[in-house]
């Protein structure tokens, strides 16, 4: 039997001249897809909290690749202040973005509340990423071959949004909360892809899961049983931070990638695999959740796309 041929990084096409954002390129899924964008030749902003960390990445990707395009610059995505300010000083010095690839996140905290007093993984995981995608739509529509690809889980399917509760106030569970904020990226990702479709623009929007990979996602913010179970027992499953970041690499760089297109593991449950097209839950699919979460997201931002709402 001939073994399955999976897609790698070999396969990325020469991207020299193409401009990425990529937020929590740092660390995880991030460091592995902006090593690898630079390494197909492509010009890389680094959107990190931890700006002595992003530094830390560059120094590291520019051993490996001497001349690298990388440039760090600070984003706290729990703050839509720092959102906006990143997004008015990316401007300033760049005419334009090609992908922004939305990455960072954050894993089951205990109840912690953002700048801005939501919940903080709706404000890190979905809020920030909705906001930022807004304040550099503009960038993107005159790029080239242009993309927002949207890193969700798995964990999408066992989400459910809680209009009347989003951050907890009433009741709050730490991976409860994870899997809201997961499915809030699905639901934005199918939800932006209607509306750029409506508006005729060249931008697609693509979503992705990793599968279970390796990262400090699972043991930097979460406690208790969740961090033993993820960090710990399960960790041997998990495959490598560089696998795991197949799906979103092949999203934001393969030429057939469609927009409203949903790219992860093609294994046993999509835990692990080579990079291809898989179903998102029928929640995320849902035109009624993506416009009430895509209205809740513009009162909750002050971020409203240029962008019809779908009929």
């Known amino acids: 039997m001939t073994k399955k041929q999976h897609w790698t990084t070999d396969r990325i096409p020469d991207l020299d001249k193409r401009v990425f954002v990529v937020t929590g390129a740092n ?8 090593r690898a964008l630079a390494r197909g030749g492509g010009q890389v902003i680094l959107a990190v909290r931890d700006e002595a960390k992003g530094h830390r990445a560059v120094a590291e990707i520019a051993a490996e690749r001497p001349g690298a395009a990388l440039e760090v610059r600070h ?9 906006r300010a990143f997004a008015e000083r990316l401007r300033a010095d760049h005419p334009r973005v090609d992908v922004l690839v939305n990455n960072a996140g954050v894993m089951a905290p205990p109840r912690t509340l953002s700048a801005q007093g939501h919940e903080l993984q709706f404000a890190c995981n979905h809020l920030g990423h909705f906001a930022l ?3 550099l739509l503009d960038l993107l529509a005159v790029g080239g071959d242009s993309r927002v690809v949207t890193v969700t889980s798995a964990n999408h399917r ?3 949004l809680r209009f009347d509760d989003l951050s907890g ?17 699905a639901v934005f990702g199918r939800e932006l892809h209607r509306r750029l479709t409506a508006a005729g623009s060249p931008v697609r929007s693509v979503l992705a899961h990793p599968g279970y990979a390796s990262t400090n996602l699972q043991t930097g913010a979460p406690t208790g049983m969740v961090k033993f179970l993820f960090g710990r027992l399960l960790a041997p499953l998990a495959q490598p931070a560089g696998q795991g970041a197949l799906p979103q690499l092949y999203a934001a760089t393969a030429p057939d990638v469609e927009g409203g297109e949903f790219i992860g593991p093609d294994g ?3 835990l692990r695999g080579g990079p291809g097209r898989v179903r998102p839950s029928a929640a995320a699919v849902d035109p009624e959740a993506g416009r009430r979460l895509w209205e809740r997201s513009e009162e909750l931002t002050g971020v409203r796309f240029a962008l019809p709402s779908p009929s």
């Open 75 to 83: 984003l706290d995505l729990a703050d839509l202040d720092s959102v």
């Open 169 to 185: 106030e009433r009741r709050y569970s730490p991976m409860a909360f994870y899997n809201q904020s997961k499915l809030a990226n």
């Open 133 to 135: 995608t807004g304040l």
């Open 27 to 34: 660390s995880g899924l991030g460091l592995a897809t902006t």
């Open 268 to 270: 046993v449950a999509e």
């Open 158 to 160: 066992l989400g459910r």
